[in-house]
């Protein structure tokens, strides 16, 4: 059978054997076009949230998979990481079951985070786990429809409790970023950076999260080097500012390069750009509260 098919029965089994999960806890999915710090932001919220004592699942959509080196995960550990779009394989061969029946039975009747942890992600340091899309095939026309399909079954039917959350890292660009995919996120960070073309994408994707029906949207505005930037990106925003609850301003940090692609030598030290980010998580975990 083709993998997309087997892909698509996997989700079907999930949705079937499983409810969606209570949203108490915070789902947050962060979009922007590529190179605009979008894996840097994930993986230092992730560390932000499991220091504050969360149980954090870091998701990676990405394509590109780099979001464990990130989170700090070893280089050898992250190469080993099965992504869950192989996953399904290794799901048949242990059941036996028919293509995608073994999914539902895997999770049991409302899975929660330390299941889809312990059945399909890794363990990082820092208590921040990981969770990884893996390779997607793109159909003609731009539909990842199974694919969005099993890894939006997944995150939906967890159920997460209050001091539980999600952070998922998105590929760049808008295209990915549908239904399945934005469906039970309750907050998205649209990630920017100073120039024409991060905008439009940012804003392209707030509108989209807006149509989704995503209740809390902020505009992150990363890598700004004067006042100058801010005022730019505010500028070829126009009247698109509205359609955020916020904005953040990030400035920008030569130790950021420095670093990475491991983020936590970051959360070391005090820097303006981790003053902010701080702020950030803060209003993200409030925000979340307010609106339980
Ligand atoms: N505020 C910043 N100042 C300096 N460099 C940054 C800043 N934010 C991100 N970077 C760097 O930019 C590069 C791209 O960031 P990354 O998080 O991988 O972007 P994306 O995931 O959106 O493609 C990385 O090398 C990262 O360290
Ligand atoms: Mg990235």
Redesign the pocket.
């Known amino acids: 059978m083709a993998d997309r098919e087997r892909i698509a029965g996997a989700a079907r089994a999930i949705r079937e054997h499983t409810r969606p999960g209570k949203d108490r806890g915070a789902r947050i999915v962060i979009t ?12 230092l919220l992730a560390h932000l949230y499991a220091q504050k004592g969360y149980t954090t699942l870091a998701v990676d959509e ?1 394509p ?1 998979m ?1 979001l464990p080196y ?1 989170a700090g995960i070893p280089r050898e550990e992250s190469d080993r990481i099965v992504p869950l779009s192989k996953n399904f394989d290794y799901v048949e061969e242990k059941t036996g079951a028919r293509p995608g029946a073994g999914w539902g039975m895997m999770l049991r009747l409302n899975p929660d985070v330390a299941d889809v942890v312990e059945r399909f992600g890794a363990k990082g340091p820092g208590g921040v786990n990981v969770l990884v899309m893996g390779t997607i095939e793109q159909a003609a026309g731009g539909c990842l429809c199974p694919e969005n399909t099993l890894l939006e079954a997944v995150i939906h039917y967890v159920s997460l409790r209050k001091n539980e959350v999600i952070l998922m ?1 998105t590929p ?1 660009g808008v295209e990915h970023f549908g239904r399945t995919i934005a469906k039970g996120f309750d907050q998205a960070l649209l ?1 920017t ?1 100073p120039t024409f073309n991060a905008v439009q994408v940012a804003r392209h994707a707030a509108e989209l999260a807006k149509g989704l029906g995503i209740r809390t949207i902020w505009l992150v505005i ?3 080097r004067s006042e100058n930037d801010i005022a730019k990106v505010q500028e070829l925003m126009g009247d698109s500012m509205a359609l955020f609850s916020g904005q953040f301003v ?8 420095a ?3 491991d ?1 936590r030598p970051l959360l070391d030290g005090p820097s303006p ?1 981790m003053e902010r980010l701080r702020d950030l998580q803060v209003r993200l975990e409030n925000a979340h509260n307010d609106i339980r």
């Open positions: 922007g076009k590529g190179g605009v710090g979008k894996t840097t932001i994930t993986a990405d590109q780099n990130a890292d760049a990630v950076d990363n890598r700004v990030l400035p920008w940090d030569e130790s950021l390069i670093c990475e692609p983020v750009f």
